[in-house]
């Protein structure tokens, strides 16, 4: 068969249906579809709906490991022996003060994520206070990612004002057993569908490299697509030091940008996010991951550092991009130390064999 081209691509995500299975599988098939090809195609469809923005995303891990779950990715499970600084819930005062921070530094969307299984009603009472509070003070939308919680839970919270509610899907229902053995997938899907039925926003995403395999890939993102998921953090596996899963599988930088491209195509009025691991994998290619992506984080992630702010949001600059928010992208770099500074060599970086 021959490969893709542009035209045939874009028709078919275009289709009422949108891209099915067998096209998906050809998006992460070099053979199939070229790079270029499948960038061109997200790209169109990344700037028809978002036309050259970024939308900056800033992580707040408000309570941190202590979880008696066991995913076995994650460096705050049970099942892992990753050196991690724990605690519980942050005081109020400082996740306030945190999502000034967050606004000042050029954040769109500010999101608390909780360790453990799910929270309390108090912890929802708790949790709902404080989104009430940063929505009054700052214009910035809000995310939080509490684990799995009742429809009543999400009514609270969108009482409260909350933006979106974030609950990662991971991987498949086939692969679930895999990853975790504390829950199942179907809490998983029940909490998204209780977000759903509150009202709120949902952002719900995977994880790529942990084993599964390319139909894992297609199917994940067709399931975001049933769950009209609004936002889809994308996220390349980090093997932490400690974490149950030694390695990430598979994960080129080229296979890393068909991926993205795939749940662009798949998902193409959503929020695709390149989310944690995206310096790691995507490497050199990593600013061309923004024709398909529309999202980042910055200032890393839950425990794994990220690149530096300044390198990120020259790369945004540097592809053609800007950011939503409030603060001008350029003045965010003119805050900023340079990324490297222009020096002469010296002497020894000349000669380094010099033995006079
Ligand atoms: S992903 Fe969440 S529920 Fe699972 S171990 Fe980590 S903190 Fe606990």
């Keep these: 068969m021959d490969p893709k081209t542009l035209d045939q691509l874009i028709d078919a995500v275009s289709r009422p249906a949108g891209l099915c299975f067998a096209d998906g ?8 579809t070229s790079l270029l090809t499948c ?29 008696p779950e066991d995913c ?20 109020a005062a400082e996740i306030l003060a945190e999502a000034k921070a967050a606004y000042e530094q050029g954040a769109h969307r500010y ?23 940063i929505k009054a003070r700052y214009p910035i939308e809000v995310c939080v990612s509490p684990g799995v919680i009742t429809e009543a839970h999400a009514r609270t919270l969108k009482a409260a ?50 084993g599964e395999t390319e139909h894992d890939v ?30 990430a599988s598979g994960l ?19 929020e695709i996010r390149m989310a944690a691991g995206r310096e790691l994998h995507l490497r050199s290619l990593e600013a061309l991951g923004l024709y398909a992506a529309n999202s980042l984080f910055l200032q890393g992630y839950l425990n794994a550092r990220g690149t530096a702010d300044t390198r990120t949001l020259q790369m945004i600059k540097d592809a053609g991009f800007t950011i939503l928010s409030e603060v001008p992208l350029d003045q965010l770099l ?23």
Excluded at 39 to 62: P, Q, W, Y
């Design 218 to 247: 297609v199917e994940m993102a067709l399931r975001l697509r049933e769950f009209q998921a609004e936002s889809i953090p994308v996220n390349f596996y980090i093997p932490l030091p400690g974490a149950a899963i030694k390695t």
């Design 334 to 356: 003119s805050g900023q130390p340079a990324v490297e500074k222009q020096a002469l060599k010296t002497l020894n970086e000349l000669r380094p064999c010099n033995l006079s």
């Design 25 to 32: 599988l050809a998006v992460l098939d070099p053979q199939k």
């Design 111 to 133: 999101c608390m994520v909780f360790s453990g299984t799910g929270p309390s009603d108090s912890r929802i009472e708790t949790i709902s206070r404080i989104v009430e509070d």
């Design 161 to 210: 004002g909350l933006d979106r509610l974030n609950h990662n899907l991971n991987t498949t229902e086939r692969f679930y057993s895999a990853i975790c053995s504390t829950h199942s997938y179907q809490d998983r899907v029940a909490t998204l569908q209780a977000a759903k039925k509150a009202g709120l926003a949902v952002c719900s995403g995977v994880i790529i490299g942990m």
């Design 39 to 67: 960038l061109s195609a997200a790209g169109h469809f990344r700037e028809k709906h978002f036309a050259r923005t970024v939308t900056v995303h800033i992580l707040n891990n408000v309570q941190n490991g202590l979880c």
């Design 72 to 91: 076995r990715y994650c460096a705050q499970s049970r099942s892992s022996s990753a050196p991690i600084e724990t605690y519980p819930m942050k005081p």
């Design 252 to 270: 080129t930088p080229e296979y890393c940008l068909r991926v993205l491209c795939l749940f662009r195509l798949i998902n193409p009025q959503a």
